[in-house]
Each structure stands twice: as structure tokens, then as C-alpha cells.
């Protein structure tokens, strides 16, 4: 007896894994119209698929039209697309499970069948993988949009936990592909330590490289839109923070791919980071000695002051550095909005000092070195006079 409900179990798993049979599944008022049909298979597969078709149709709308009035409450735009791709596969599922009922009416050989109902199990899985990718980054979106509820996911970490997700996704898709042909992953389970270190030797740098791009997105040095500097002199705005490289786009409009294992070892100067985004500009100014210090300040602030792209708090500040070899050195100090502005605004400052100085007499000195003749050739004294 014993024997008897191994061999059964034995035998179920067996189905479950090769001929994937889901008449077994049919409820119990269609099962006569199943038989009532299965001599003319033609028509059962006919008309399986137009019921199916209409079945999926109407959940498709009821449920789109019961979470749309849910999402209808909120002001992203987000929550619609995630409607959207999670009721696109049922129509699909819907007749493929339809198409498999059909497959038993046919007396097709236990190979072709197999394969038959493989195949389309196959499309089941891969619809809703892909519904699953799709609404992977939505959702994501949706939980960074209310991190005051939940910090751990933010902008800068939707990459790692998008990838984790893609990761497992792709992973649980696998093992039950190969459910679904009939393959036993216990072996390719066990093989997966030996297959892993071959793969880490072959692709060190890449695998540097993606944890490279996980410590970035943890430790965060810097984010999309920032304005970075590294020690190699390169400076541009962050536009693509990826688990393999990192993209900066420079004030010439050149993109530079640096790959995160480069730019994890770098040293960063981040000019968009601090209590805030804002960036300090300094212009160096010499004038002439025996200048008014005084109004040489006082025209130095207004200059900074009256343009309209200097912010006012902080004030702009006026400091003198030193009495230099040909002129008392001045340096104006003064905060922009964006680092990206910093090239025009220092233009256009350069350019209101030089015209307010003339207009005031403010003289702006040139390098200049007196030289001195003690003696000349002929032995006569230099400072004397014939």
C-alpha cells in the first residue's frame, strides 16, 4: 500500500513537470462540455479561444476600471502605467490557457503533446516576466515617491534595488522553465558554485565594476544632475549612475564613460553636494597702488550686487589678498545657483568690473620691472650725467 502512493506521488510529479496537463484543473460544470466536444477538436478549439478571448477582454476592464478608481485618487502618473502593464498579459494568459485545454482533445504523440503544452507554458511565463521587469522600476518609483514612509529605497538607490528585483525575477523564471521542460534544476543548483567561480575569474573587471556600482549607489558620492570633478581633471553633470559605468557629460557636450571600479578608487569633488547646490565663485581683481581701497570694495560688491544671477544670501564679499610685485590683489566672492553657470556669470562679472573701472578711473595695472644700470660698458657710472 505503501509502494502504491509512492508510485502515485511519484507519478503526479512526473506529469506536473513533463506533460503539464491542466485538464486535471477544468471545473466540475465544464468537464461535460469538455467531453461533449473533445471528438471534434477543431471546434473546441474554437471555441475555447473566443471564450477565452471574451473572458480575458471582461477582467481585463474590470479590473483596469476597479484600480483605476484607486490610482484616479493620486497625482502620479505612475500608478496608471502600473495598471497598465500588469493587466496587459491577461487576454494572453487567458487563451494560452485555453490553447492548453484544447492540446488534450487532439490525439497527438506523447512527444509532440509534451512539447505542444512545453511551448506554450513557455509564452505563459515570459508574458508575465516581462509584465514583471516592466512594473519592477514603476514600483519602485512609487515607494522612492513616499520615502518618508520607507528611507531605505530614494532615487539614488532605485538602481540596486531594480537590479536585485530584475535579478530575482529572471532567476525564478529560469527554475520554473526548467520545470516546465521536463529538466531537473537540482543539478544545475549544485553546479552553480563551480560555474560561479569559473565566471569570476573570466570577468573580474566587470564583476569589479558592479560592485563597484553597488558601494557608489549605497555610499552615495554623488547622484544624477550633480556636477562632479575628478582627480584627473575631468568635470561634467552626472547623467547616467549604472551598475557598470558612470556617464558624465562635460560643459563641451562630450560624454565620458567611466567605468565604477575607476571612479570608486578616485578622488571626487562633488561641487553640487553640501547643505546645498548652490556654488561660491571667486574673481580675482588687481588695481594700481595709491587706488582707494575703500571704493575699489565698494564697486567690487555693487558690480556683484547688481547682477541679476548673483545670489543674494549669502551677500557677495570683497577681500584683499595682498600687496602683490605691480598692484594691490583684490578677490570678489559671491555665490551662484548652479555650478553650471559658473563660466558665464565669471564672464560676464569680468567684463561689468573692467567698464565700471574705467569709468571711475580705477586703474587695473600691468606686470611692470624697473631696472637699474650700475655700471655700463666703458666703466662709466650708470647714474651719472654727461
Not at 560592485?211 to 581633471?233: N, Q
Not at 560624454?255 to 574673481?283: C, D, F, L, Q, Y
Not at 595682498?322 to 562679472?349: A, N, T, V
Amino acid at each position: 500500500m505503501q509502494k502504491t502512493e509512492t508510485e502515485n506521488s511519484t507519478a503526479t510529479t512526473t506529469t506536473f513537470q513533463t506533460d503539464l496537463d491542466v485538464s486535471s484543473y477544468m471545473p466540475d460544470w465544464f468537464v461535460p462540455i469538455y467531453e461533449f466536444l473533445a471528438p471534434y477538436p477543431g471546434l473546441l478549439t474554437l471555441l475555447l479561444i473566443g471564450f477565452s478571448y471574451a473572458l480575458g477582454k471582461v477582467l481585463k476592464m474590470v479590473i483596469t476600471r476597479s484600480l483605476t478608481e484607486v490610482t484616479s485618487r493620486t497625482s502620479s502618473d505612475a500608478d496608471d502605467k502600473l495598471v497598465v502593464h500588469l493587466t496587459r498579459p491577461l487576454v494572453l494568459t487567458t487563451v494560452t490557457l485555453a490553447m492548453m485545454l484544447a492540446v488534450g482533445a487532439y490525439n497527438l504523440p506523447p512527444g509532440l503533446r509534451k512539447a505542444t503544452l512545453s511551448v506554450l507554458a513557455t509564452i505563459l511565463l515570459f508574458s508575465w516576466l516581462k509584465a514583471g521587469l516592466r512594473t519592477a522600476r514603476i514600483v519602485l518609483e512609487l515607494i522612492a515617491s513616499n520615502r518618508h514612509r520607507i528611507e531605505i529605497v530614494q532615487e539614488r538607490t532605485i538602481p540596486l534595488f531594480d537590479m536585485s528585483i530584475k535579478m530575482l525575477l529572471v532567476g525564478a523564471a529560469a527554475y520554473f522553465l526548467l520545470l516546465i521542460w521536463g529538466i531537473d534544476p537540482t543539478a544545475w543548483l549544485a553546479s552553480a558554485g563551480v560555474i560561479g567561480i569559473a565566471v569570476g575569474f573570466a570577468a573580474r573587471d566587470s564583476l569589479a565594476n558592479l560592485f563597484s556600482g553597488i558601494f557608489i549607489v549605497a555610499d552615495a558620492p554623488y547622484k544624477i544632475g550633480d556636477y562632479i570633478v575628478l582627480d584627473t581633471g575631468e568635470r561634467g553633470e552626472v547623467t547616467s549612475l549604472g551598475m557598470r559605468s558612470t556617464r558624465l557629460l562635460t560643459r563641451d557636450d562630450v560624454e565620458v564613460t567611466i567605468p565604477n571600479a575607476v571612479i570608486a578608487n578616485a578622488k571626487i569633488v562633488n561641487e553640487s553636494g553640501g547643505p546645498w547646490e548652490k556654488e561660491r565663485i571667486r574673481v580675482p581683481v588687481g588695481v594700481a597702488y595709491g587706488s582707494d581701497v575703500d571704493e575699489v570694495c565698494n564697486t567690487l560688491g555693487e558690480v556683484a550686487t547688481s547682477h541679476k544671477e548673483v545670489v543674494k544670501h549669502p551677500a557677495p564679499r570683497v577681500r584683499m589678498r595682498k600687496l602683490g610685485e605691480s598692484s594691490l590683489d583684490f578677490e570678489l566672492l559671491c555665490w551662484i545657483d548652479h555650478p553650471q553657470l559658473r563660466g558665464r556669470i565669471r564672464h560676464e562679472l569680468l567684463k561689468s568690473i573692467y567698464k565700471i573701472f574705467n569709468q571711475k578711473g580705477i586703474e587695473i595695472p600691468f606686470p611692470q620691472t624697473d631696472v637699474r644700470v650700475r655700471s655700463l660698458p666703458n666703466g662709466t657710472a650708470g647714474d651719472s650725467e654727461d
